[in-house]
């Protein structure tokens, strides 16, 4: 079985080329309007704009991959994962901001030394969203000591999703402060008695009732669709290069194991003109097939022009295997609500980028993407592909970073919910 017709071994001038590609109408909205991080590693302030394609980029260390895991993190709070999250970096001391709570003007202009000022707020890692629907915000800090082994572990201090783009008093639909939640009924009265839940489980996981607050469960879910791919393995043992059994495969594994399948079905099932085109586009003359065994194996054939055989993923250079797996990743026909790409660039020779930032324009039109990327060819690819591309650029100003060009007065409206 292959996965489509085999073509003529003739030169590429005298056979019919793909379609070029391109992209759909746009036919989604952004589902997050505005991200903000409070006090997580460099981002001791950052309140961003979000659009339905959004590129950051900034120089080495400027907290791109900060912001990257800061998104990871809040979906790992739709998980009920986000405190095990932390341990993995070291937990919560390690990954809170190392630098004093405000930074006077003398020091941002380098006329005083940076220097410890009394504390005047509660110590604690902020992570929020909101977008025209919901919003969502936590605040994770340290536990009251007490006897156990367990007094690094992070606890919700508070938790809130609300209704609209800012969060106010009025749009709030569920409040959580310790370990005591409260909802709204649909009257617009707080419902029923409060609940008690664990002071290390998200509200998102331990309450998502929809019988008692239906908004909180879509909240969840929501968040849970996100899906995020950060730096493919391509080295010779990756999982990509190897044969497996296949299945249908709507969407791509984090780790591109079932890379073949996941190209199959979007053959079977998905655009396949698209994937003929994408892969034509980056390698003229090129074409993709899968190969399935009695054994039910799925393997990756490639054919070029010039070759006698097709190769097999175990042959192609690690800048190829890269690339197709983003064709997987990015022509999924089950598209998540968010797309988050980290670094997407690796591996692949500047001449690939253009064919890639047409890929990535292709997904945005189907979902809201955002891309983290230090390539500056990457990013001026992009915005010639996609006029609605947004270029969010981060800069470290006295340790912290910061978005380029923004003042006060461009920062989207924010709150935090109080202690």
């Known amino acids: 079985m292959t996965a489509a017709p085999q073509r003529s071994s003739g030169p590429p001038s005298r056979r019919r080329r793909a379609p070029p590609l391109s992209v759909p109408p746009v036919s989604v909205r952004p589902v997050l309007t505005t991200l903000a991080v409070e006090n997580y590693r460099s981002l001791r302030d950052l309140v961003l704009p979000l659009s339905r394609l959004t590129v950051v980029t900034g120089a080495n260390g400027s907290g791109k991959s900060s912001l990257y895991r800061a998104l990871r993190l809040l979906a790992d709070a739709a998980r009920n994962g986000a405190v095990a999250a932390l341990a993995r970096e070291g937990g919560l001391p390690s990954a809170l901001w190392a630098g004093p709570e405000s930074v006077g003007r003398a020091v941002r202009e ?39 082994a367990f007094n690094r572990d992070p606890e919700f201090k508070r938790e809130c999703v609300w209704r609209g783009s800012v969060l106010k008093p009025a749009t709030l639909l569920a409040d959580r402060a310790g370990p005591v939640v409260r909802t709204r009924a649909e009257s617009g009265a707080w419902g029923g008695q409060p609940q008690r839940i664990g002071l290390t489980d998200s509200m998102l996981t331990a309450f998502a009732d929809p019988r008692i607050s239906p908004e909180v469960l879509l909240v969840r879910e929501r968040i849970r669709s996100w899906r995020f791919y950060d730096h493919f393995r391509t080295d010779a043992d990756a999982p990509a290069r190897q044969a497996r059994v296949g299945t249908r495969t709507p969407v791509l594994d984090h780790d591109g194991a079932d890379l073949a399948a996941a190209l199959q079905t979007i053959q079977e099932v998905g655009d396949a003109d698209g994937l003929h085109a994408a892969v034509d586009n980056a390698f003229p003359g090129s074409r993709l097939q ?86 500056r060819p990457l990013v001026r690819a992009l915005e010639s592909v996609d006029d609605a591309a947004a270029l969010l650029e981060l800069e470290k100003e006295v340790g912290a970073t910061v978005l380029a060009g923004q003042d006060m007065l461009d920062r989207p409206s924010w709150h935090w919910p109080k202690r």
């Not at 070759?307 to 690690?318: G, H, I, M, N, Q």
């Not at 197709?324 to 990015?330: I, Q, R, Y």
């Open 110 to 148: 380098g006329r005083a030394p940076v220097q410890g000022t009394r504390r005047t707020k509660p110590v604690g890692l902020r992570l929020g969203f909101a977008g025209d629907e919901f919003g969502y915000a936590l605040d994770l800090g340290m536990p009251i000591p007490t006897e156990t």
């Open 290 to 375: 899968v190969a399935s065994g009695d054994d039910g194996r799925f393997e990756l054939r490639f054919r070029q022009h010039g070759l006698l055989r097709p190769l097999s993923a175990a042959e192609l250079s690690d800048g190829t295997l890269r690339y197709l797996l983003w064709v997987a990743a990015l022509l999924t026909p089950r598209p998540p609500e968010l797309l988050v790409l980290n670094e997407p660039e690796t591996s692949l020779h500047p001449d690939l980028l253009p064919a890639l930032a047409a890929l990535i324009s292709i997904a945005a039109a189907r979902t809201q993407v955002v891309v983290v990327t230090h390539a």
